[in-house]
């Protein structure tokens, strides 16, 4: 082997030894925050439980904030979602736009599903977490903008609604709560929820004729 694809094949096998660390890590946290509650658990504990050390977890995530930012980060996978943001600028039928974001909506929360507990629990021990569910939804809004944005100058708007209130009523049902309401508590399908998520929009934002 030359000197030069011993050192290719050295940084290969580096990287493939971090994104193993890291996924090792990350399933030992979703694993610790779901049974212990994610107050309770330390870093120091989570090392142990993924077998790595402390300044590995720290080298890699910053923080316990940073922990769970890449475990709903990965929850769905990037392809994936851009395949779906695509899929919604491509389509020209308003209705069907709204199809797709029923969809996406439907996908991003089946696959965040396992880490709604974690996620409310969070919120409320600890206020940065708090923080960080703030600035995904504040993200979330500004991304939705487009699609509004859009549906106003295609004049597919209901009449009388805002480019305000559209965005607003748009975020509100698009969110997280709702679905966990549903699917979670009230034991709705996935499907069910995604069909409902679908007339819902369509009624309630668009001027159906």
């Not at 708007?157 to 309401?181: P, V």
Request: glycine share 4%.
């Amino acid at each position: 082997m030359t000197q030069k694809n011993k050192r290719v094949y050295n940084s290969e096998a580096r990287d493939a030894q971090a994104v193993q660390t890291k996924n090792r890590i990350l399933e030992s946290a979703k694993s610790l925050f779901q049974t212990e509650g994610f107050d309770r658990v330390t870093i120091g504990k989570l090392a142990q439980s993924a077998g790595v050390s402390m300044p590995t977890v720290y080298a890699i995530f910053k923080s316990k904030r940073g922990i769970l930012q890449s475990l709903i980060d990965e929850s769905l996978p990037l392809n994936q979602f851009k395949a779906l943001v695509e899929e919604g600028k491509l389509e020209k039928s308003p209705k069907k736009r709204m199809d797709i974001t029923a969809k996406m909506a439907r996908q991003i929360y089946d696959a965040e599903r396992e880490l709604m507990d974690i996620l409310r629990s969070a919120s409320v021990v600890a206020p940065e977490f708090k923080e960080l569910e703030q600035e995904r939804e504040k993200r979330r809004y500004e991304r939705q903008q487009e699609t509004i944005t859009r549906m106003m100058k295609e004049k597919s708007l209901a009449k009388g609604l805002s480019l305000t209130k559209a965005r607003d009523i748009f975020w509100a049902l698009t969110g997280r709560d709702i679905y966990r309401m549903f699917v979670v508590e009230c034991g709705w399908t996935s499907d069910e929820y995604e069909k409902w998520l679908t007339q819902i929009l369509i009624n309630s934002l668009l001027e159906v004729v």
